[in-house]
Each structure stands twice: as C-alpha cells, then as structure tokens.
C-alpha cells in the first residue's frame, strides 16, 4: 500500500474572478462616445478643483478616475448607505443628476470655509448638514454645475439646477431603477484629506449629443467622400516659364541688372501648376487691372 504524503503542497488553483454581463440590458459606451466624455470630466475635474481651492482656501485636486454607463439601480447600489447626495432637476427630463460625495468629506470643506483646520488624522461624523452648512455646500454645488456647464459643453444642452440633499443612497429615488445614466468617478484631495465622489447624469440628456459629435458614416461610397473632400481643398496654382540651366559658378556670380536668358519661346502658352506638377498651358491675359492666365489646354492624367 502506498501512503500519500500529507505534507505536499497544495496545487489548487488559485479561484478566477468572473464578472456577469446582461445581454437584456447592454450598458457599454462606445469608444469614440467614452473618449469624448472623458475628455469632459477631465475638464470638469479640473475646473472643479480650481474652485474648491478658491472657496476652501486650501490648495485641492479633483481627478477623474472612470466613466462608465450604468442603470440608475447599479450605481446606488455601489453608493455607501449613508452619504451626501446632491439631486439636480434637469428641465423637461423625470430622472435627476446626482453629486454624491462622502459627508464627512463636505464637512472638513464647511471647516476650512468657516476658518478651522483638519488634517488627515481628523475624524469626522458621517450625518445630515446643517442649515449653515447645507448653505454653504449647496454654495459649492452652484460653482460645480456652472463648470459642468463650461466642461462638457454642446454635450450638456438641458438647464440643470441644484436640489435636494438625500443622505440614504437607497431611498434617494433620482430616477427608476432601468434609467440609463453617465457615470463618472472622482478623487477629491483637499489638504491631506482624500475622498471618493461620483457624478451621474441620465444618459438620455448626454447620448443624442454624442450622436452629433461623433457621426457614424458608411464606408460604401469611400471614394466619393474622399473625391468630395479633395475638391474643397484649397491649393496653389502658379503660371511659370520653362525651367533654365544654369552652372553654379554663374548663379554666384549674380550681380543687379544681370540678365538671364529663358529658354521659353515667346509665342508658346506658360505651363499652369499645381503645387509644382504641370496641369495645362495658359496665354497671359488680363483682368481688369490684374495680370491673368487664360487656360488654352489641359493635360489628361489618369486617377
């Protein structure tokens, strides 16, 4: 009989992490319509961390870490119970924007604004504001949504307000659970204090936009467009003389009041160019007070 050594080491294969996909509800930007979007949460973030330096008065940073497209349902699951959310109405749409932000967070900006001080050790309460310090927060929401505005542009048509506050990610109703929304992810640094932030906007009031930004045409007529687009194509036409030759000793020795024999015959039309490669002849002519060529002949050249 052999006996199994008990003492081997364990060959089990480490567990594979496998994300599930619901083809019922496909939820994936496409690439170009990511790439503008982050393009403007990146502005965004930008702006906004330029203003929370100016109203906190401590040096701060916003990055924008991820855009993404989600069901309203997924995004407040991924919320933590209790934090700030901030509802934006959106004119003529149902769903609402949401900020949202740890509480704890806005009120180490409320005490910077108010004059104190915090650093990374200090621990503050995750609650509901104040009347003073909703005031001063919805204060700094204001100044967000007007960078938003600037940030993303002719993406974002529809007027978009501050509303509400809600601290409970699960009774928060900004929208049905189905609705489609941009999601768009952020660290926020003010000080030495970090803290996450998410930024969701229905995605019905960004994707016709993008649409328009970002036109998807046929490929089938290629050579059409191309032809179309070569001929709003400004370029250089030039009349010019036959070319003369001439040693290198006597184009050194040029002097004022030189003369330098053309092999051009007086009678024969000049060569009409295009960016130097000869596309026709041309009889020198007049336009009113103006010199001009008038075209005798074309040469033929195959495409």
Known sequence: MTLLDQTAPSTQRPARSVEVYDFRRPTTLAREHSRVLELGFETFARQWG????????????????????????????SLPATTAMVLCPLDGVTAKAVIQFPSAAALGWVTHMLGG????????????????EQALVRRLMDDALEDLRYS?????????????FQYNSQFAQAAAKSDLMIVASFEIRVGEASAPATLALPAEILLPQLGETNPMATTANARELVDAQLAQVPVDVGLQFLPARVLPSAVLDLAVGDLLALPHPAH????VTVGGIPVGRAAVGANGSRLAGIIVTTEERLA
């Open 268 to 271: 024969r039309p000049l060569d």
């Open 152 to 164: 993303l542009g002719s993406l974002l048509v529809t007027p978009i307000s501050v509303g509400g």
């Open 117 to 132: 001080t915090t650093t990374a050790a200090t621990v503050l309460p995750e609650r509901k504001f104040t009347p003073i």
């Open 50 to 77: 330029t203003q929370l330096t100016a109203k906190v008065r401590v040096i701060s940073q916003v990055t924008c870490e991820q855009v993404e497209m989600t069901t309203y349902d997924d995004f407040a699951a």
